[in-house]
């Protein structure tokens, strides 16, 4: 398995171009939290403390641990991230101004034209293409550089 740091090299060599990049920040958070909002929407029969556990829990639970393999101080940016995701579901659902599903849906569908639009201008194909694992190293590519810019070593 590559190492984070081949990981991220070989995510940033196809996201160069500046407009490509500032359109990552924007848009890959908004993807992660678009799946996460769709996931939070599939209750499971279990209850902790009165409240339904949900898809997203336990998915956050995995993909927690897949950052936690690649790294150890990496995976603690993207658990404050995954737990930022999670409250925010929590409160859409409360103000039920929109299901949360159908927020996400808007969310997921509008954030991907533009990343492929990021991409057509980058000239280069989304690293996904390549290996699915890259849908993940997104999110960890834009937390090395908060990380970087903290002074934070991953």
Known sequence: ???IHQWL????ESHQNQTNKTIHWICVPAIFFSIVGLLYSIKLPFFIDGHHINLAMVG??????????????LSVGML??????LLLCHFIELL??????AFSVIIFAVA????FYGHKIEGKKPSFLKDLQF????PAWLMS?????LGIKL
């Open 135 to 138: 849908l993940l190293i997104g």
């Open 112 to 115: 991907w034209i533009v990343q």
């Open 80 to 85: 404050l991230f995954v737990a930022l995701c």
């Open 145 to 149: 550089f908060i990380y970087q810019r």
């Open 60 to 73: 956050m639970v995995v993909i927690i641990l897949y950052y936690f393999i690649l790294s150890k101080r």
């Open 1 to 3: 398995m590559p190492t």
């Open 9 to 12: 090299y070989e995510y940033g």
């Open 96 to 101: 039920s101004f929109m299901s949360l599903w």
